[in-house]
């Protein structure tokens, strides 16, 4: 059973930087695309950002590109979000989620395991 489990979540303000971080349990980590989505409130949840298994890969979302970045560590099962120059608009829960393939997909549905989310605030 793979288990993902998000940290780094907080209030920032307008500006400012946070590191999310999703350490992965239970199964061989380096089998799975890794991916961060977000859903604001009354909002559908949307692709941010993903990696590939070996971390040569990556793909964001437009309005993340250049101030977000992807990146893991095999050895230490785990996948990060740099995010920088943070904008009230990016104030939503953020998700890791797991893809046991071998291409980045962006789409929700694709993704086999899902972390519980951390919330990220970001004020004006």
């Known amino acids: 059973q793979v288990q993902l489990a998000e940290s780094g979540g907080g209030l920032v303000q307008a500006g400012g930087s946070l590191r999310l971080s999703c350490a992965m349990s239970?199964?061989?980590?380096?089998?799975?695309?890794m991916g961060w989505f977000r859903q604001a409130p009354g909002k559908e949840r949307e692709f941010v950002a993903a990696?590939?298994?070996?971390?040569?890969?990556?793909h964001y979302q437009d309005s993340v590109k250049g101030r977000f970045t992807i990146s893991r560590d095999n050895a230490k099962n785990t996948v990060h979000l740099e995010m920088n120059s943070l904008k009230p608009e990016d104030t939503a829960v953020y998700y890791c989620?797991?893809?046991?393939?071998?291409?980045?997909?962006?789409?929700?549905?694709?993704?086999?395991?899902w972390g519980q989310g951390t919330r990220v605030t970001v004020s004006s």
């Open positions: 989620a797991a893809d046991h393939s071998v291409i980045i997909q962006t789409t929700a549905r694709e993704y086999d395991y």
């Open positions: 239970g199964y061989t980590f380096n089998w799975y695309v």
């Open positions: 990696i590939s298994r070996s971390g040569d890969n990556t």
